[in-house]
């Protein structure tokens, strides 16, 4: 008997430990609530350093752009399980290094993919071959990412302004930089794109105005120059980033984005960042 009333103790020792610490270290999901009919959701996940964007639209469709590390798919998922979701009708690789098209695989494996948007490019690891495999193998219909290569049309517009180009010179620019529109608002997501593709934006004056700003390549100081962020003149600014050994975010990002006033989002400091808007009011959450 004093075995048994030990182990019953333990149990009950354990349990309470495992609450405590979902209590205090909200580990319970991302803090996402719940939307009403006309809400869009852009959530910002936080994968470190690197890029996982998930977009719910009000009509259930969903959007992923770009899908991490490797071991960013866990991420992901509860991002995606938070909206009931096992089917993604638009999957974007902005470009093919292994900080965004990291966990595409296990992606594929696990979810309904209706159509994916990647641009042709030299890059080449093992992530890019198996998604490749993957999306032949299921018969996933692939587009490549051009400028103008509109994603849908509608309520809700996604619309590719870069690559515009063959070759890049930075594999960097080969992302596809997707202009998305709902309603009166507006979301910039300028992949890993260098001042070289803002400043081909620039000169062919197609630089749109963004309420939000995902600031291009972690904020590295090869992105985001003075005129280009003039031109897009964004509301607020995400920056998806973590420990990393390239100083990204760089001061002379994060400091222009201060002198300019531009509230800025770090996934490093806020953790998952969700954007909610019915097309008029914005709404900005953050998990920490």
């Known amino acids: 008997m004093k075995g048994k009333k030990g182990s019953a103790l333990w149990v009950v020792f354990v349990l ?12 319970d999901g991302p803090k996402i609530p719940e939307l009403v009919d006309d809400e869009m959701a852009v959530v910002y996940v936080d994968t470190g350093n690197s890029d996982s964007i998930v977009i719910h639209f009000p009509d259930g469709r969903t959007m992923l752009i770009d899908a991490g590390k490797p071991d960013d798919f866990q991420a992901i998922s509860d991002v995606l399980g938070s909206f009931n979701e096992d089917t993604i009708d638009y999957a974007v690789i902005t470009h093919q290094h292994d900080d965004h098209i990291g966990s595409f695989p296990d992606i594929l494996e696990n979810y309904t993919v209706k159509t994916v948007y990647m641009p042709e490019s030299p890059i080449s690891n093992p992530q890019t071959e198996e998604s490749m495999d993957l999306i032949e193998w299921l018969d ?25 180009y063959e070759t890049y010179g930075d594999k960097n620019d080969y992302s596809g930089v997707l202009y998305l529109t709902y309603g009166d608002r507006s979301f910039l997501f ?7 593709v803002e400043n081909d934006l620039l000169s062919k004056g197609i630089v749109p105005h963004a309420d939000v700003l995902k600031i291009g390549h972690h904020g590295s100081k090869g992105s985001t120059s003075k005129n280009f962020l003039n031109a897009v003149n964004p509301d607020y600014a995400v920056i998806t980033t973590g420990n990393n050994d390239y100083g990204h975010p760089h001061k002379r990002v994060t400091d222009l984005l201060n002198a300019k006033g531009i509230p800025t989002y770090r996934s490093d400091n806020h953790g998952d960042v969700t954007v909610i808007t019915d097309g008029d009011s914005l709404n900005i959450i953050t998990e920490r």
């Open 140 to 164: 996933i219909p692939l587009i490549e990412i051009k400028q103008g290569v509109t994603v849908c049309d509608g309520e809700i517009r996604a619309e590719f302004l870069s690559p515009m």
């Open 16 to 27: 309470i430990i495992s609450f405590l610490i979902t209590k205090f270290t909200g580990d």
């Open 190 to 196: 300028m992949g890993d794109a260098t001042t070289d």
